[in-house]
């Protein structure tokens, strides 16, 4: 009972919005955050999976490890970061689901550290339907350099900077028209495999949609942000549904995803040879468990401590 207190009142606070936050945009293809949805993610642990990874990089295929974290969050709308309990006005928070993607691998004498976070409206708010990417980073650190990108989704805009220590990139910012108030961002692909991001499809349905290609590929391409058009379809198998993803720009991602709630992602795979397979999943607060003795809770992931030495 206290935790549907609480999720109640979470939701009561962040109703009470002004016109100009609060939009009443509405979508058919928007998810439903219904009693079911809270239940699960409204009680205030994260989802943490390890997944086997495969990732090309220079020529050849890397083993390493990935790891999602899912985790229902409250946003301050007018800086779009994490809303510490007691400190925002409630006319400013709305509720999102964070995505965090970490993908770590060696290549040769040294390793790479990508990390992805997307955040997902669970509400109308900004001119935009519940569903939405509302923001988005993405970031590198290896022995080369650093590179950082970030966009948020404003009322008919996208905000877009990136600093990297890449000659010819360097510091780039922009700000720009969207296409359309309900668009997809290819960052949260997993998000909207697992049904909780815009559009919902149906199982053998097909749709195109505009799209925000992914930070790290518009990095490649020399550019803050770029869009596109993505065909999406959801085909129901025996085990598991498979939602693919077909980019303009001819790259393809596809998720195997369990076809029971909390509909987790089984395999994740791109044309380019990216593979990610489902080795331990845990619902746990990790943010408290950063004492010595929270190293034992990486044994349910089936994760090891890392080395005390690189090599």
Not at 71 to 89: C, H, I, M, Q, Y
Not at 92 to 115: A, S, W
Not at 213 to 241: C, H, N
């Amino acid at each position: 009972m206290a935790k549907w207190l609480l999720v109640s009142l979470l939701l009561a606070g962040c109703s009470s919005k002004s016109p100009e936050a609060r939009s009443k945009v509405t979508d058919s293809a928007s998810p439903v955050y219904d009693a079911a949805f809270w239940k699960t993610w409204g009680d205030g642990f994260a989802e943490l999976t390890s997944y086997d990874l495969k990732y090309p990089r220079y020529g050849a295929p890397r083993q390493g490890t990935a790891v999602s974290i899912f985790v229902a969050e409250t946003f301050a709308n007018s800086l779009r970061v994490k809303s510490d309990p007691g400190v925002r006005d409630k006319k400013d928070e709305f509720p999102v689901m964070k995505l965090n993607l970490v993908e770590d691998f060696q290549t040769g004498i040294y390793d790479y550290n990508l990390m992805l976070q997307s955040f997902v409206a669970l509400e109308s708010v900004n001119g935009r339907p519940a569903g939405v990417m509302t923001k988005v980073a993405w970031s590198s650190q290896e022995w080369c350099g650093n590179l950082f990108k970030e966009a948020m989704l404003d009322k008919d805009v996208l905000r877009a900077v990136s600093h990297s220590y890449f000659d010819g990139e360097g510091d780039q910012s922009l700000s720009e028209a969207t296409p359309a108030p309900a668009v997809l961002s290819e960052d949260a692909l997993m998000l909207w495999a697992r049904g909780m991001a815009w559009p919902v499809l149906k199982a053998g349905e097909t749709r195109e949609v505009p799209a925000l290609l992914a930070m790290q590929v518009s990095r490649f391409k020399k550019g803050p942000v770029q869009w596109g058009k993505v065909v999406l379809s959801r085909t129901s198998m025996e085990a598991f549904d498979v939602f693919r993803a077909k980019l303009s720009d001819g790259r393809e991602r596809v998720y195997e995803v369990e076809k029971a709630a909390p509909f987790r992602v089984l395999k994740y795979s791109t044309s380019e040879g990216v593979e990610g397979v489902l080795v331990a999943s845990e619902r746990m607060k990790y943010w408290e468990l950063n004492k010595p003795e929270g190293v034992k809770a990486l044994e349910k992931l089936k994760l090891g401590v890392r080395a005390a030495r690189t090599m």
